[in-house]
Nanobody, 124 residues
Framework: QVQVTESGGGLVQAGGSLRLSCVASGSDFSRYTVAWYRQVPGNQREWVAETHRAGETNYGGSAKGRFTVSRDNAKNTVYLQMNSVRPDDTAKYYC??????????????????WGQGTQVTVSS
């Protein structure tokens, strides 16, 4: 079982910056794909950004040009640097870790683990 914990949320003014952190347990963190999602009550969870074990990063439309996802494998941590935030960035931000696990056939399967989320509120 992998534990995923987000932190760094809070209240920030429009145009400001915030850095979220996601810590995932386990000894093989460098092999995890880790993604950030966000959700506003009443809406579906929206994919924001992700980082793959090879270092490749991908971003959703709302994050491109403003957010940066990075990872520190030595600390089992993925960061989401949020710049030029807007009121519509207000949401609860969740971290999702996709973890490779050996299966009984000698191959690998992937298990997903969610954190509890951290609230980001952007004031206008």
């Amino acid at each position: 079982q992998v534990q995923v914990t987000e932190s760094g949320g809070g209240l920030v003014q429009a145009g400001g910056s915030l850095r979220l952190s996601c810590v995932a347990s386990g000894s093989d963190f460098s092999r995890y794909t880790v993604a950030w999602y966000r959700q506003v009550p009443g809406n579906q969870r929206e994919w924001v950004a992700e980082t793959h074990r090879a270092g490749e990063t991908n971003y959703g439309g709302s994050a491109k040009g403003r957010f940066t996802v990075s990872r520190d494998n030595a600390k089992n941590t993925v960061y989401l640097q949020m710049n030029s935030v807007r009121p519509d960035d207000t949401a609860k931000y969740y971290c999702y870790a996709e973890v490779p696990e050996p299966n009984r056939d000698g191959g690998w399967s992937y298990a997903g683990y969610w954190g509890q989320g951290t609230q980001v509120t952007v004031s206008s």
